[in-house]
């Protein structure tokens, strides 16, 4: 069993009774939970910083700008403990833009619907240069989540529909369940909001197969999701960057399977511009260092 060495302790409500990995019972933690808070994280955060003038380099005179420390939250969730952890309660319930992380709900949509066949379906390049060359030729299921393919995914929205998306996002229970705002962007600039913690849930029902979608789609996610896998953990997650909110922010939600346990995870912070984006996954893995989960 891994130590979790936490200092300063915030009980939000009574505790889970203690259940064993391998026990199936799923519970969610908008139920019966305990969370602890640790200001100790932030200073994974401060000591950070970034610097808007490094991505500005079309500019003839950029101008200086102040670096400035990173500010975020990182929520972490013990499956066998049934317990979270987090550094900022209040920023952890708060809801934000999903931006990519929504690829997830929208995958599992589209695979439910028949939009999406299956991982292997080729989605042709509609052939209009962008400025993430990634985008710019055909891709899957799995390469779209991997690339995080905005107009594969917006493609997956048209098609799918208001009426069945608000449909299916309801039945999700996936965030405020608000799509408000374009068919094919809401989640980057409409009405639709997620938290952490929300963000934790979701994850935790699709680990378990608790998704009101098929197992089959639900496998086909998780495997999209695939980020890292070595001989200590195993990494499925996906990130985001909600680059039209006022502040722009960073999301990396996913979970790190063990031999004996599941952790999940749920950061996100404020990201001003696009060159702090790999603080993202910096941060959480500093963290989940720091709490022993990864090596």
């Known amino acids: 069993m891994r ?33 602890q808070e640790t200001r ?14 490094q991505a500005k380099q079309l500019q003839a005179k950029p101008q200086k700008t102040k670096p400035q420390q990173a500010s975020g ?24 833009l999903p931006a990519s992380t929504f690829k997830i709900p929208n995958s599992l949509i589209a695979l439910e619907l028949g939009v999406v066949k299956d991982e292997h379906q080729v989605f042709k390049w509609d052939g209009k240069s962008r400025d993430i060359a990634t985008w ?19 493609e997956f929205a048209r098609q799918i529909g208001e009426a069945r998306m608000s449909k299916m996002i309801a039945s999700f229970d996936y965030g405020n369940e608000d799509i408000s705002g374009n068919l094919d962007s809401f989640w980057l600039d409409g009405g639709i909001r997620i938290s952490a913690t929300e963000q934790i849930d979701f994850l935790r029902r699709l680990y378990h197969n608790k998704i009101h979608a098929s ?18 953990y195993i990494i499925r997650a996906k990130t985001g960057y909600a680059v039209r909110a006022e502040p722009s922010i960073g999301w990396w939600v996913g979970w790190v399977e063990l031999d004996d346990n599941v952790w999940f995870f749920a950061m996100n912070m404020d990201i001003p511009d696009a060159a702090g984006l790999p603080l993202r996954q910096a941060i959480t893995k500093e963290v989940l260092k720091l709490e022993q989960v990864i090596p």
């Open 3 to 35: 130590s979790f060495a936490i200092s300063t302790v915030l009980v939000m409500s009574s505790l889970l009774a203690s259940s064993i990995f391998a026990a199936p019972a799923f519970a969610s933690t908008a139920a019966k939970t305990e969370w």
């Open 40 to 53: 100790s994280w932030d200073a994974i955060f401060t000591q950070h910083q970034v610097e808007p003038q």
């Open 73 to 96: 939250v990182v929520v972490l969730w013990n499956e066998n403990k049934q317990q979270g952890y987090t550094n900022n309660l209040k920023r952890a319930n708060q809801g934000f």
């Open 136 to 154: 710019n030729r055909d891709h899957n299921l799995i390469t779209g989540m991997k690339y995080s393919v905005v107009p594969v995914y917006q």
């Open 215 to 232: 197992e089959r789609s639900q496998r086909i996610v998780k495997q999209a999701m695939l980020t890292e896998a070595n001989s200590d």
